[in-house]
């Protein structure tokens, strides 16, 4: 069954007329006719079933039948703050990142930050990130859907109120296993492709953060989080 987002109120046996994207996505490009049902969910919590009772030139109206509470999240909580990068690579790291539950996502920049956002252009983008998030949840199955914040420096970052567990994916000299005592409620920061200047690390350190280092190979940006999100998928559901 298709999953969509819609930015609407929901509530079992009420009729709700479809928002513009989702009319054209489900109506107009999938050719949905009355009687089809579909997922609905505005991420507030739980997804809805909804079937289409008409459909109009520009306009479409379901009623909304049945509700189920699963939000299908973590039994973790994750902060991303990810450095960003440019072009297709930060879209896929959102995307992966929000398919393996993360839970909201700070946009950085660093001494090695490839891209810094103009002016006019910036809520553009932020906007685009967060569509990409919206379609990784449709995708996923996931309910509630992770806040792409506008990027703020790293430095000031560190110096805001974080998660208890604070970690950041750079070399671990003492071999030691960050994860043993870590808890539910994580920070987890991940440098641009040029990887974080010591400087940078030990400033992270100064605020709590502790070193992971996952194996002995460089892992991009982009994939960074993917392997540390799967790794703490794998962590706390055992």
Known sequence: MSRFFIQADLAVNTHV???????????KVLRAQVGESATLFNGQGGE????LT????????VVIQQFNPDNRTPAF????????????????????????????????TSDRCEMRLKYDRDQKKIDHWQGIAIA??????????PTIYAPVSLDNWLA??????KLVLAPNKDETDVLVDATKDI????????????????????AGF??????????????????????LNYNFVL
């Open 54 to 61: 008409e459909i109009n030139k520009k306009t479409a109206t």
């Open 136 to 145: 990784a949840c449709e995708q996923c199955g996931m309910n509630t859907v």
């Open 210 to 231: 502790k070193n992971w280092c996952i194996g002995s190979r460089v892992l991009r940006t982009e994939t960074a989080p993917i392997v540390a999100l799967s790794i």
């Open 160 to 165: 805001s109120q974080l998660p208890a567990t």
């Open 48 to 51: 809805y079933q909804a079937t």
């Open 17 to 27: 007329e479809l928002t513009d994207t989702v009319f054209h996505h489900w109506v």
């Open 77 to 108: 909580t994750t902060l991303l703050g990810q450095v960003m990068s440019k072009g297709d690579r930060m879209d896929y790291a959102i995307q992966k990142a929000v398919e393996l539950g993360v839970s909201n996502i700070q946009l950085l």
């Open 187 to 206: 920070a987890l920061l991940i440098g641009p492709e040029g990887g974080l200047s010591e400087a940078e690390i030990q400033l992270a350190n100064q």
